[in-house]
C-alpha cells in the first residue's frame, strides 16, 4: 500500500509522506473493522492513544506510516528492486512462485488459527451463559421456596429437595462441560492461540472480554 499510494509522487518526498499516511491508515482502518466483524476481536487497540478513531486507526500511528513510507520508497524498494532485477529470469520465477506459496499457507494458517480462536470464545461464553441463567434460576426457587417450605405439606417437602437436588446436578453438570471444553484446546491450538496474543498485546474483545482473559491466564500459566 505504502508503494502504491506514493507512485504518483515519487519526485516529492512531502507528498510521498502524505501518500503514505493516507494510504496505509486507509488500509489499517479497514483491516481492523474486518478482522473483527469477522473474528470477533481486536488484534490491535488504539483507544487509549490521543486522537484516535474508533480504536482503529490513531494520528501516532498515521504519522509513523508517512516516515515508514519514506523509508520503503527510497530505501528498501530501490535495493530489493535493483536485488530482484540481478536474478536470472528462470531462478527468479521459481522464488516468486516459492515465496508467493508460502505467503498464502501463511495466510491460510493464520485465518484458521483465528477462526478456531473465535469458535473457542463463542462456546465458552454459550457455557458461561448457561451455567449463570441455571444459577439464577436456582437461586429464584430457593429464595421462592424457602418461604413456603413452612407452609407446605410433609409429603411436598421431598418433592421440592429432589428439584433442588436436581437443579444442583444440572449446575454440575454444565460446570463438568464448561471445564471440558477449556480442555478441549489442543496443544496446537495453544501454541496458534499464544503466538496471536505475543504478535498483537493490545488484542481484546467488548463481547467476549471474560472468557477472553480467561484463556490468556490459563495460556500465560502454561
Same mark, same amino acid.
Given at each position: 500500500?505504502?508503494?502504491?499510494?506514493?507512485?504518483?509522487?515519487?519526485?516529492?518526498?512531502? @507528498?510521498?509522506? @502524505?501518500?503514505?499516511?493516507? *494510504?496505509?491508515?486507509?488500509?489499517?482502518?479497514?483491516? *481492523?473493522?474486518?478482522?473483527?466483524?469477522?473474528?470477533?476481536?481486536?488484534?490491535?487497540?488504539? &483507544?487509549?492513544?490521543? $486522537?484516535? $478513531?474508533?480504536?482503529?486507526?490513531?494520528?501516532? &500511528?498515521? @504519522?509513523?506510516?508517512?516516515? !515508514?513510507?519514506?523509508?520503503?520508497?527510497?530505501?528498501?524498494?530501490?535495493?530489493?528492486?535493483?536485488?530482484?532485477?540481478?536474478?536470472? /529470469?528462470?531462478? !527468479? &520465477?521459481?522464488?516468486?512462485?516459492?515465496?508467493?506459496? *508460502?505467503?498464502?499457507?501463511?495466510?491460510?494458517? &493464520? $485465518?484458521?488459527?483465528?477462526?478456531?480462536?473465535?469458535?473457542?470464545?463463542?462456546?465458552?461464553?454459550?457455557?458461561?451463559?448457561?451455567?449463570?441463567?441455571?444459577?439464577?434460576?436456582?437461586?429464584?426457587?430457593?429464595?421462592?421456596?424457602?418461604?413456603?417450605?413452612?407452609?407446605?405439606?410433609?409429603?411436598?417437602?421431598?418433592?421440592?429437595?429432589?428439584?433442588?437436588?436436581?437443579?444442583?446436578?444440572?449446575?454440575?453438570?454444565?460446570?463438568? /462441560?464448561?471445564?471440558?471444553?477449556?480442555?478441549?484446546?489442543?496443544?496446537?491450538?495453544?501454541? /496458534?492461540?499464544?503466538?496471536? $496474543?505475543r504478535a498483537n498485546p493490545t488484542f481484546r474483545s467488548e463481547k467476549?472480554?471474560?472468557? @477472553?482473559? /480467561?484463556?490468556?491466564?490459563?495460556?500465560?500459566?502454561?
Amino acid at each position: 500500500m505504502m508503494l502504491i499510494a506514493s507512485m504518483p509522487f515519487q519526485d516529492s518526498i512531502p @507528498l510521498t509522506y @502524505l501518500a503514505g499516511c493516507v *494510504g496505509t491508515t486507509i488500509l489499517e482502518y479497514v483491516t *481492523g473493522v474486518t478482522m473483527e466483524a469477522l473474528f470477533k476481536v481486536r488484534y490491535w487497540d488504539y &483507544s487509549k492513544q490521543k $486522537f484516535n $478513531f474508533q480504536g482503529h486507526i490513531c494520528l501516532k &500511528s498515521t @504519522l509513523a506510516w508517512g516516515g !515508514l513510507t519514506i523509508l520503503m520508497t527510497a530505501v528498501v524498494h530501490s535495493w530489493v528492486e535493483s536485488a530482484v532485477f540481478a536474478i536470472p /529470469e528462470r531462478i !527468479l &520465477s521459481v522464488v516468486t512462485f516459492a515465496l508467493t506459496a *508460502g505467503i498464502f499457507a501463511d495466510f491460510a494458517l &493464520s $485465518f484458521r488459527a483465528a477462526m478456531d480462536l473465535r469458535d473457542v470464545l463463542i462456546k465458552l461464553e454459550e457455557a458461561k451463559s448457561e451455567l449463570t441463567r441455571l444459577q439464577t434460576r436456582m437461586d429464584v426457587y430457593v429464595a421462592l421456596t424457602a418461604e413456603e417450605l413452612e407452609k407446605k405439606l410433609k409429603e411436598k417437602r421431598e418433592i421440592v429437595q429432589q428439584k433442588k437436588e436436581n437443579l444442583s446436578n444440572a449446575i454440575t453438570q454444565k460446570r463438568e /462441560e464448561l471445564q471440558r471444553r477449556k480442555a478441549e484446546l489442543s496443544a496446537n491450538m495453544e501454541r /496458534e492461540f499464544r503466538k496471536i $496474543f505475543r504478535a498483537n498485546p493490545t488484542f481484546r474483545s467488548e463481547k467476549y472480554r471474560e472468557v @477472553l482473559e /480467561e484463556l490468556r491466564e490459563r495460556l500465560e500459566q502454561k
